[in-house]
């Protein structure tokens, strides 16, 4: 009876919004060991990283992932639900994701450029006629 009713709910919980068992099973009143055998049987917590690539292809994909995670926790505060520090947790290490800058793939040709750049600076600076003659 249990698993018809929380069954596909209490998975959602658990893949797409990163609510803990124990969390779970206090917002729909069934014991975690419930949520617990359910998650094994059902393998959830490979459904949650399959969940977790798809949705983190793209900035937009995680971006709307972000978006996604924040109207469940204003859902959550509206309906006097705590939430969960691994939901938390989880949010932030997204959202730096997103924010952290790429380093930039450089072309041959860009590498190259570099390379010689560097080289003549040194060369410049090692080569100079300039006489280094100090007085002690």
């Given at each position: ?94 959202t730096e994701e997103m924010v952290k800058p790429k380093p930039k793939k450089l072309t041959l040709e860009e590498l190259l450029h570099i390379a010689i750049k560097k080289h003549n600076i040194e060369k ?13």
């Amino acid at each position: 009876m249990k698993r018809d009713k929380y069954y596909d709910i209490a998975k959602k919980m658990y893949v797409e919004q990163f609510i803990t068992e124990v969390g779970i099973a206090k917002r729909l009143g069934i014991s975690d060991r419930t949520v617990r055998r359910w998650k094994a049987e059902g393998d959830w917590g490979e459904k949650r990283k399959e969940f977790i690539n798809k949705q983190t292809l793209t900035n937009y994909d995680m971006y709307q992932l972000v978006r996604k995670m924040l109207d469940d926790f204003n859902e959550d505060l509206a309906n006097n639900q705590q939430i969960d520090s691994s939901r938390l947790n989880k949010f932030l290490n997204i959202t730096e994701e997103m924010v952290k800058p790429k380093p930039k793939k450089l072309t041959l040709e860009e590498l190259l450029h570099i390379a010689i750049k560097k080289h003549n600076i040194e060369k410049d600076f090692f080569n100079d006629n300039e006489g280094w003659d100090f007085d002690f």
